[in-house]
């Protein structure tokens, strides 16, 4: 299994572009979201999905839309790139919503100038 | 509203000596917390959950209702043990992170 796969790794952005950062898993997850990890702030959910096709805000959605066709793909869109956009983005993934591991991808780097 | 508070942003501490990462939280219900790990170059992955009373690695963590708090311990560090490590709350299917603790432990 290749557990949960982030494109791209690195990602430079100029103020105003749009772009998706694809989440793919092949762990048969129903759970899956999305977080931004800054400095001093730790991780900060962005969106989640407990299944195809539903999903929800998280602590910081503005800016940022997603959506989950499939149970393995949960691509995050941004769709103004602004400089406050630029952090690392974490995709994770968990069997269910409940009280279980979250599996997380190798994130993404994202600078928007 | 829920909230991890991780007072430590460094901790740095010599192999052999015990180590422990402070976690206190807000939440009015009752809480599910874990302890995240993320090693140089690898991925974020957990460590513990508090539901699972177990070991891992050595680390313990304990939760207090009382003081509302989920400090993870670990009697003899190891340099293996140098990471950021992360408190989070799970409530209702959203998972909050502290900001962090980097722990350096030094020969």
């Not at chain 1, 694809?22 to 800054?38: G, I, K, L, P, V």
């Not at chain 1, 998280?58 to 602004?82: I, K, Q």
């Not at chain 2, 313990?60 to 989070?88: I, V």
Request: glycine share 8%; with cysteine; aromatic share 12%.
């Amino acid at each position: 299994n290749a557990g949960v796969t982030q494109t791209p790794k690195f990602q430079v952005l100029k103020t105003g572009q749009s772009m998706t950062l694809q989440c793919a898993q092949d762990m048969n997850h129903e759970y899956m979201s999305w977080y931004r990890q800054d400095p001093g702030m730790g991780l900060r959910l962005i969106h989640y999905s407990v299944g195809a096709g539903i999903t929800d805000q998280g602590e910081v959605p503005n800016g940022y839309n997603v959506s989950r066709s499939t149970t393995e793909d949960f691509p995050l869109r941004l769709l103004s790139a602004a400089p406050s956009q630029t952090s690392v983005y974490f995709c994770a993934s968990s069997y269910s919503s409940g009280n279980n591991e979250q599996f997380f991808g190798p994130g993404t780097r994202l600078t928007v100038l | 509203a829920q909230r991890v508070t991780q007072p430590e942003k460094l901790l740095s501490v010599f192999k052999g000596a015990p180590v422990e990462l402070k976690c206190n939280y807000s939440y009015s219900g009752s809480p599910e917390l874990f302890w995240y790990v993320q090693y140089s170059r690898q991925r974020l992955q957990l460590l513990l959950r508090h539901i699972s009373r177990e070991s891992i690695k050595g680390f313990t963590a304990d939760l207090n209702k009382g003081e509302t708090s989920f400090h993870l311990k670990k009697p003899f560090a190891q340099e293996e043990d140098s990471a950021m490590y992360y408190c989070a709350l799970l409530n209702d299917y959203k998972l909050s992170f502290g900001a962090g603790t980097t722990v350096t432990v030094r020969a």
